[in-house]
């Protein structure tokens, strides 16, 4: 006997379908399949998402692993050019009546329904789950079902219990899929969907070079940083000198207008500074770098443990921020302010991952770069943000083994 939970969820699932029943049909044409005869995959599109779905990526990935798998897609129309060339698909709209979903499945015969992002459409859902088909939620993030009345929770609950898998992107989305009523042995924390960026070039003669020059010194760079955040870098700079007297900032990706008031602040802080543009190479006694050539940030990356992303802490002059996963892909622990500007996403992913130190103000980045100077620090968080920046094919390839697996342990 189901316990009392479940019974009270799966009454509530059940009341909130007959009401979407009671409203009427849809009205919709009769769905029509896509050509052919190979197997065919529902896959649903979060109305909700903020950012565009990784749904090439993972419609690549499926047809690894079945070629000749056709596409039925419902929930939020598909962006341009989003399909690889010569895949098979139609679109259905947003089905929310159950009749409609009934007509759906008896005539198209999906194998499967792959739901992508935070999105539970209920007769979607349902209705595979009654013909004991597949139901698999990928990029799982669930944060709109998380303040729902006790009602709307039930629903959610009953929803929750009939998906085949969850698929989370870190601990967080895990904790609310459980806390939404996913049985937890369903759940696999798969980490984040993300871009992969190919890694900066970089001379490796000159690397080479410059790895042997700075050799046994504490190696911090601000990339791309506004000048009110060079301010307070080269004063948290002036701090970690007390502890560390070989210390080297490296300031890149620069105006060249503001070199001279970076020098000139450098000066008045007691900061020996070298600029890369006249071919200087720091010696021992400087203590900051100036490279405002903005194509030699793969070189930077490499030679510094650490890196501070600008453009993040205090807004003011300077160029475009850079990209988080830059830093990321080549090794780098990152630093980084609250202003999570055109990145809010990977930022949130970086997060998650405890791949990245945020800082509120001058003091904490100084502490920052204090604590980071422990390599093992360093590296736990470098090699966090490295498995989140190059970890998206992997993820993808994951999330097609779960529906291809479920659909074949089905059959």
Do not use: C
Request: aromatic share 4%.
């Amino acid at each position: 006997m189901p316990p009392p939970g479940q019974v009270g969820s799966s009454l509530a699932l059940w009341l909130h379908l007959r009401r979407r029943s009671a409203l009427g049909p849809s009205g919709a044409a009769p769905p029509e399949a896509p050509p052919g005869s190979g197997t065919l995959i529902l896959v649903h599109l979060s109305e909700r998402a903020d950012e565009p779905l990784p749904i090439q990526g993972v419609v690549k990935a499926l047809l690894v692993r079945r070629p000749g798998l056709r596409l039925a897609f419902t929930g939020a129309p598909l962006p341009e050019d989003a399909l690889p060339a010569g895949v098979k698909s139609t679109h259905l709209g947003q089905p929310r009546d159950p009749t409609a979903v009934r007509d759906i499945i008896d005539r198209l015969k999906p194998q499967a329904l792959l739901l992508i992002g935070g999105q539970l459409p209920s007769a979607l859902i349902t209705g595979m789950a009654e013909d004991q088909l597949p139901v698999v939620l990928a990029e799982a993030r669930l944060t709109d079902y998380e303040r729902r009345g006790l009602w709307r929770g039930m629903v959610n609950r009953g929803l929750m219990q009939r998906l085949s898998r969850v698929l989370v992107p870190d601990m967080a989305a895990g904790a609310t899929a459980r806390q939404l009523g996913a049985a937890p042995e369903r759940i696999e924390m798969t980490g984040p969907v993300t871009e992969t960026l190919p890694p900066l070039h970089a001379n490796e003669a000159e690397r080479a070079a410059l790895a042997q020059i700075l050799r046994g010194r504490h190696v911090w760079l601000a990339a791309a940083p506004t000048f009110p955040e060079i301010k307070a870098a080269l004063r948290a700079h002036h701090l970690a000198l007390q502890h560390n007297h070989r210390a080297l900032l490296i300031l890149a990706a620069l105006p060249e207008d503001l070199v001279p008031a970076i020098r000139a602040e450098a000066e008045t802080l007691g900061l020996a500074s070298v600029l890369r543009s006249e071919d200087e190479d720091p010696m021992a006694d400087d203590h900051v770098l100036i490279a405002d050539d903005p194509y030699e940030m793969g070189l930077w990356y490499r030679l510094a443990p650490v890196t501070f992303m600008g453009g993040t802490l205090f807004p003011g002059p300077g160029l475009a921020p850079r990209h988080p996963f830059e830093p990321a892909a080549l090794g780098s622990a990152i630093i980084h302010g609250p202003m999570p500007g055109t990145y809010a996403a990977e930022w949130v992913q970086l997060g998650g991952a405890s791949a990245a130190r945020q800082v509120s103000d001058a003091e904490t980045l100084s502490r920052a770069v204090s604590d980071l100077t422990a390599p093992d620090q360093a590296a736990i968080l470098a090699g966090n943000a490295w498995s989140v920046s190059t970890g998206g094919a992997a993820v993808i390839r994951r999330i097609a083994d779960a529906v291809i697996d479920a659909m074949e342990e089905a059959d």
